[in-house]
């Protein structure tokens, strides 16, 4: 590094001006050799958000133009979230794992008199919550399959026995696709189903579902589930009635880089209308004992290189519009995990207490994590960790056990 370098990162840190940022770019670049366009997409990214042009660009480079792409995507991440990596202390409840709906992507989902099926009790879900609470949760996750005949009333039910016994902790829960299923047995519209498991204790809706947001790959892999337009759809009534959630994107398995970038710009046009998501969670596909990789129908999944380069995408695309972008322990394992929160992201999901979908996928690294665990994680990157709620709207500081000491923000 030479003398002008040092002198342009001393600026920076005492002034932190988007010229002198663009100037050390610039010395930075010139050095890689990277290719003029990546130079100038990067460049203007600091300006403002990517277009889906420039995002199928990035997503496709190869060799010494990946290394600025993600350290822009990491001072990016700085300069919207700082140095804080937020994690929560949390349970999923898979009450279920009998499915309607056949997925090619899912070890998970049983028939109903498949010898492995099985429904959780209320005496069952009540134990898994306690221990869980005991254990210092704030939030529930409560999925599982598409039940045959699950109306309204049984998801009503699942909510308010929870909240009746843990009224402080937030549920986060369903599925657009169960919601959507619950509300034709129901005979109401989503957006009645919505108001009244809100009005039952649900907090936030799961992201999930979306798989990949485009037809052609989900008529490949989830034909049976909500189309790209019903998803949509379903996600901005909760929006509307007030339910916010995550935004997630299932990639490596039969989609294309540029669906990757379509997905996350309808996330995008999504967010510019209801402002309802709080994470974007990026989750690499786990191929090995997938149907469709079993039946030879698709490769082994996403790379490393393309794993980070979606994060890093994802960073310039959504910038503060989408502020944190969670890394999945349980599908990357704890090391690659880690490597990400380098190239744009800040969260790193939840401790779990258990994921039986992840787990019959062959998570790599197990399904529950410690809270030593996940700190000495962003410790190691000389970040900050701190716990979160499901909402981003309370911090609770790693240092501190007592349940008397909260950090709310704004």
Known sequence: MNELTI??????????????????????????????KTEKI??????????????NYLINIKGSDLY??????????????????????????????????????????????DPDAYILDDEAILKKAQGAVDKGAHEFCVMGGVL??????????????????FPNTLIHGFSPTMIKDASVVSGISVAEAFERL????????????????????????CPEKVTTQEWIDIVKT???????????????????????VEHIDIIRKIQQETHG????????????????FLEGQQNLGATGTEDLKLYAVARLMLKDLIPNIQVSWVKMGFRFAQVSLTAGANDLGG????????????????VEASIDTLSNMVKDLGRNPIERNSKYTEFYPIESKSSDVKIVSK
Request: hydrophobic share 40%.
């Open 7 to 36: 002198f342009l990162l001393c600026l920076i840190f005492i002034w932190k001006d988007i010229y002198l940022i663009k100037l050390l770019y610039y010395f930075m670049f010139d050095k890689l050799s990277i290719s003029s």
């Open 277 to 292: 998501f709080t994470e974007f969670i990026p989750m690499t596909f786990m191929h090995e004992y997938s149907p469709i």
């Open 68 to 113: 600025p792409l993600l350290a822009t995507a990491d001072y990016l991440r700085q300069e919207i979230v700082g140095n804080n990596v937020t994690f929560i202390n949390n349970c999923n409840i898979n009450f279920t794992n009998i499915c309607t709906v056949r997925c090619g992507f899912c070890a998970f989902g049983k028939d109903a008199d």
């Open 198 to 221: 809100k009005s039952a204790g649900l907090d936030t809706l799961p992201g999930t579902a979306a798989e990949i947001l485009t037809d052609r790959s989900r008529e490949l892999i």
């Open 42 to 55: 990067l460049t203007n990214s600091l300006d403002e958000p990517i277009s889906v042009e420039d995002a």
């Open 351 to 366: 401790t779990l207490g258990g994921d039986e979908l992840s787990e019959a996928s062959g998570a790599p690294d197990g």
């Open 148 to 165: 045959p005949d699950a109306d309204v009333e049984y998801y009503e039910h699942l909510l308010q026995l929870l909240k009746g016994e």
């Open 238 to 260: 909760a929006h509307e009635v007030g339910i916010s959630g995550s935004a997630t994107i299932m990639y490596g398995h039969v989609e294309t880089p540029e669906e990757r």
